[in-house]
């Protein structure tokens, strides 16, 4: 399912693609390569985001560029951007069946009708769902008959996306897509397990920095998406408190898990589950469906308390994945080394490189 919001412009497919998620704390890279059937993991870097006090500068931003760019050590040009919530917008919306360039120029002017919300100097971008459970085509045609269609619906404000073109135009690389992040889990699961993607009601959750994500995909299609103010940051700075240790101690012993961590970590868990629970519930009264499986990423996905925690709370098995487990591998040794361990951080990058490829 890619969803290449906030472009519009890109109609080429590329072979190659940088992809880069503009984390809190972290930015998370890819360099991907796909030849006929099969994708290729040519490298990958996770490095300190930059530290800046209000807004991130278009010179601030080209320079950490560089950096990440320097970091994968490659030839390719074209970059794909993942932006986090606070800077984008995913809604469903009905629409009238017109033309994607038709649909944009009608939001950008009637935000409030379709939307519920006044956004101006916003861009757009629109995604047809497909009805997978009854056939139907993924979008209406003119003179069909049907007047409305449900759209996936991405936006961003346009000085935000001028913004980060011109870093990626003065970092010398070549601005390809801009993608809100909480779509890319749904691509990177579609690219790692087709299977459960196509046939499954299935929970995707993405543990974050500073906030969770949940997207409830119901045979390929993005349903419900929901994020939750909870993240890796509150779980570690709740142990510390509770620990009266350090934050970087507290970092440092989340994942390990030692025994005497748990009783203070359950704590800090149980709001985040039950507001996955539900958002599940939602998803399963509004679908008539049951959620068969979670399926969780992000760095606190290694601790299998974690895991055990939140699906006690949800009530949903739940299990860790890596958006890199179906993708050939041509990584230097150091890298391949601690891919396994990497690997689930990566979910928004990869996910963003299968909206261009």
Not at 4 to 16: C, H, S, V
Not at 213 to 235: A, F, M, P, T, W
């Amino acid at each position: 399912m890619p969803l290449p919001f906030l472009n519009g412009q890109t109609k080429k497919k590329r072979d190659q693609i940088i992809a880069i998620d503009l984390g809190a704390r972290s930015t998370k890279a890819v360099h991907l390569q796909c030849k006929g059937e099969g994708c290729t993991l040519l490298r990958y870097c996770v490095i300190d985001a930059p530290i800046y006090e209000k807004s991130l500068s278009v010179e601030l931003l080209a320079d950490h560029l560089k950096a990440v760019y320097q970091a994968l050590d490659t030839k390719s040009k074209y970059v794909s951007l993942a932006i986090g919530i606070n800077d984008s917008i995913v809604r469903q919306a009905e629409l009238p069946p017109i033309p994607a360039d038709d649909l944009r120029l009608i939001l950008k002017n009637n935000s409030k009708t379709y939307l519920q919300q006044e956004l101006p100097g916003y861009v757009f971008d629109c995604h047809f769902i497909t009805n997978r459970v009854n056939g139907a085509a993924d979008a209406p045609k003119p003179g069909s008959g049907q007047q409305k269609a449900k759209v996936l619906v991405g936006g961003a404000k346009k000085q935000l996306t001028d913004d980060l073109q011109s870093a990626v135009r003065q970092a010398g690389l070549t601005p390809d897509q801009v993608i809100p992040g909480i779509v890319c889990p749904s691509n990177a699961f579609e690219l790692a397990m087709p299977q459960a993607f196509n046939s499954d009601a299935v929970a995707l959750v993405d543990i974050g920095f500073k906030s969770t994500s949940i997207c409830l995909l119901l045979q390929g299609e993005l349903i419900v998406s929901r994020v939750v103010n909870i993240g890796g940051d509150k779980l570690t700075q709740g142990l510390a408190e509770a620990m009266s240790i350090s934050y970087a101690e507290a970092e440092g012993i989340k994942v390990g898990m030692p025994g005497e961590v748990q009783s203070n970590l359950e704590p800090l868990l149980t709001p985040l589950g039950r507001e996955l629970r539900a958002s599940i519930d939602f998803f399963e009264h509004q679908q008539d469906r049951t959620i068969g499986q979670v399926y969780v990423s992000g760095g606190s996905a290694r601790s299998e308390f974690i895991m055990k925690t939140l699906e006690t709370e949800m009530a949903v098995p739940c299990k860790s994945w890596s958006p890199v487990s179906s993708l050939q591998l041509a990584l230097p040794p150091a890298q391949a080394s601690e891919i396994e361990q990497i690997g689930p951080q990566l979910t928004i990058a990869v996910g963003t490189a299968a909206a261009a490829l």
